[in-house]
Structure formats: structure tokens, C-alpha cells
């Protein structure tokens, strides 16, 4: 069964930094893109970052450009999301994602549970 | 960016009744090389993270009830619920794939009259 887990959110003053992290099982991890969509507080979903399988080709939206970096670890079977330079309007729910076997942009069928990120002081 | 816009926003309806939710984008998500639309649809309830649907427009997702279908092609796209039942209320949303960055619909909220 696949299962995608994310942690890492929590409460953070504007300016600051948050590492999300999402731990992937039941499907070989190293063969998927994968991908971050967040969702602010009664709004919609918004595509945030994607990485290829070996994390050679990044994406990213712009609003987040310079600030948020995916990242992967094949070994652990874990993607990760750094972001730095926290602004109030980054506050919302955070899900990791499965993309469609071998297609870049894709859907996704599988979906983590969410992380809440606060942005505030 | 292709802007992706669902009409209507809401819709209340009687348990049973057919639901049409409409996707347009601002630009045609059809490939050629492929005849192929990257288009998507997902069920979101409240507290908990979208459920896929539909792909490829009309590809329905393995386990989704046959009652969910998708329909159209180019820029103009329909998600019909053909006998709404009361599991099904929710927001949907479409998106589309075709490049980058992948948007979304601002979303239906489909209720039970």
C-alpha cells in the first residue's frame, strides 16, 4: 500500500525557516517524480515544487523561487521540502505527492495526509 | 500560466440528481503529438487531501464509482456525477498538466439540496 507521510510543520515567525519532510513506502520510491501542493487556510490547491526521481530537475512556482528547495533522499525513501525567508502568505497546509509512473507532469494519485505551516508573530 | 476556471463555484442539488461541473482553460491542453488532454479532476472533502478521479479528461481512476465521468477536449472540460449521492459532497477541483507550472480550477463546492 503506497503511503506518503509528511512532518515538519509547525508555528514560525515571518523571515524564518521550516524543513518539511515527507517519508514515502509502499511503491519504489526512486522510480516517481514527485511533488509538494499546499493549500492555504479555506482556499485552493496550489502546485508548489516538483523534482524528478534522481533530483537532477527541479521546478518550482514562482512566488517560491530563491526561497523554497525540494529535495529527495532515494535511500531513505524520503522527499523533503526547505523553506527559508517565511512569509505570511506561505502559511497553509502542505501535501506531498505521487506523480504518474514516467511522465513529468502528471497527475497525482497519491497523497499524504498534510502538514500545517504557520506563518506569524 | 494556463489559467484553468470551474463554473459554477457551487452547487446544491437533490440526492440523485446528475451535477455538471465546467473546466475551462485559458489555452488548449490538448497535445498533438500524442492526442492526448492533460487534464485531471479530484474530490476533496473537508479534512482530507484531494482524491484523484478522473485523467487524461475521461480516464477513470482505478476504484472511483463509474458514476464520476469525464468528458471534452481542447480548453473545455465537464465533470458529471451522474446520481449525486450524499458521500458525494465536496469540492472539486480540475488541473491541468499539459506544462509547467501544473494550476488548478479555483474549485465547485457541490452540496446537497
Known amino acids: 500500500e503506497v503511503q506518503l507521510v509528511e512532518s515538519g510543520g509547525g508555528l514560525v515567525q515571518p523571515g524564518g525557516s521550516l524543513r518539511l519532510s515527507c517519508a514515502a513506502s509502499?511503491?519504489?520510491?526512486?522510480?516517481?517524480?514527485m511533488t509538494w501542493v499546499r493549500q492555504a487556510p479555506g482556499k485552493g490547491l496550489e502546485w508548489v515544487a516538483n523534482?524528478?526521481?534522481?533530483?537532477?530537475?527541479?521546478y518550482y512556482v514562482d512566488s517560491v523561487k530563491g526561497r523554497f528547495t525540494i529535495s529527495r533522499d532515494n535511500a531513505k525513501n524520503s522527499l523533503h521540502l526547505q523553506m527559508n525567508s517565511l512569509r505570511p502568505e506561505d502559511t497553509a497546509v502542505y501535501y506531498c505527492?505521487?506523480?504518474?509512473?514516467?511522465?513529468?507532469?502528471?497527475?497525482?494519485?497519491?497523497w499524504g495526509q498534510g502538514t500545517l505551516v504557520t506563518v506569524s508573530s | 500560466d494556463i489559467v484553468m476556471t470551474q463554473s459554477p463555484d457551487s452547487l446544491a442539488l437533490s440526492l440523485g440528481e446528475r451535477a455538471t461541473i465546467n473546466c475551462k482553460s485559458s489555452?488548449?491542453?490538448?497535445?498533438?503529438?500524442?492526442?492526448?488532454?492533460?487534464l485531471a479532476w479530484y474530490q476533496q472533502k473537508p479534512g482530507q487531501p484531494p482524491k484523484l478521479l478522473i485523467y487524461?479528461?475521461?480516464t477513470r481512476e482505478s476504484g472511483v464509482p463509474d458514476r464520476f465521468s469525464g468528458s471534452g477536449a481542447g480548453t473545455d472540460f465537464t465533470l458529471t456525477i451522474s446520481g449525486l449521492q450524499a458521500e458525494d459532497v465536496a469540492v472539486y477541483y480540475c488541473?491541468?498538466?499539459?506544462?509547467?507550472?501544473?494550476?488548478f480550477g479555483q474549485g465547485t463546492k457541490v452540496e446537497i439540496k
Open positions: 487524461w479528461a475521461s
Open positions: 505527492a505521487r506523480a504518474a509512473p514516467v511522465i513529468s507532469t502528471s497527475w497525482w494519485g497519491y
Open positions: 523534482i524528478n526521481q534522481d533530483g537532477s530537475e527541479k
Open positions: 509502499g511503491f519504489t520510491f526512486s522510480g516517481y517524480w
Open positions: 489555452q488548449s491542453v490538448l497535445y498533438s503529438s500524442n492526442n492526448k488532454n492533460y
Open positions: 488541473q491541468q498538466y499539459y506544462n509547467i507550472p501544473p494550476t
